[in-house]
């Protein structure tokens, strides 16, 4: 039995392993950030690799249909195109699988975890406007007997979620074809038109795995291949589009010891606080919510992934030094590591479009 057991778990840690190479891993490790906004995308990559253009498409379809890739496309700014909120439920452990079953059966989730908390089921929705987000959580209420607990953006100080990728192996010769990326705040007002929500909702999916992929989501919106790059072009400038490129999903990567960690700042000192966290490497997202006393008095949040849970709690540890050190007092923080992941999509623009135009 033993031996099976042993057999068994080196089974699970050899599924954890993508079936690539050291170049497929460097590509998309290099191009989580700045996707050529070109007619010919996988060429100029194909180019940074010394690949041909089809070789390029072949290993990055090989990525996705292992799961490896969620999509190559738009991060967006929240709350500029949608509306958005991430809440939180605090669910019976023997009903915890249907309770998830309700909450990502609705479309607007875009992610559902399972956490360690008495607050278990945490999960993100993306609609229209704060009246649609309103309704998805009172749906989930009437549904599940549950009162959701709803935490509201006030500023994100860092949204980015690029990995470094281990096993990856980039030269040099990729860096200068990178092209700008968005900062974490819009540089300048955007006003975000009917064009603008067809579009992202035309590659909330993801751009196709063609030669020319601009081309084909502007002959499904009716447009040009060059106004489709001219408006990424803008969003991404601006600040809407967080950035452009490859969406991995980090726990197919190995990246299973993930933790949400919530800290209690004094309002005087959070602004403070999310700039030091935002700067610090490994934290991949920063940012302020708002709190909801007496049953949630954390308002500054972080996501810490991690392949090992002892390396993630030491860089915790090291985060609430900083900030003592920094702010000169403790903060309150507790660490919600993740266990399950029961959906995971990009935002549905799609929802927005088709509620925006009935």
Known sequence: MDMLMMMGAAQAAEDTRPPFDSLTLAMLDAWQRGFPLVPRPFAEVGEAFGLAEAEVISRFAAAQAHGIIGRIGAVVQPNTVAASTLAALAVPEERLEEVAAI???????????????EL???FVITAAD???VRAVLSRIREQTGLEPLDLQLVRGFHIDLGFALPGAAPGERWKKHLPHNAGDTP???VRIDDFDRRLLAAIED???????????????????????LERLEALLECGIIRRFGIVIRHRRLGFRANAMVVWNVPDELVERAGQLLAREPGVTLCYQRTRRPPRWPYNLFCMIH????QAVERRIAELAALLKRELKREIEHVPLFSRRCFKQTGARFSTAVRRSSS
């Open 187 to 189: 540089s300048q007002p």
């Open 103 to 117: 909450v990502s059966a609705q479309p607007e989730v875009t992610h559902n975890y399972e956490r360690e908390h």
């Open 306 to 309: 991690g392949r090992e849970r």
């Open 120 to 122: 278990n089921l945490w």
């Open 130 to 132: 704060r009246d649609h």
């Open 206 to 228: 993801g751009i196709p795995l063609l030669p020319r992929p601009y081309l084909a989501v502007a002959t499904r919106l009716e447009t040009t291949e060059q106004a489709v």
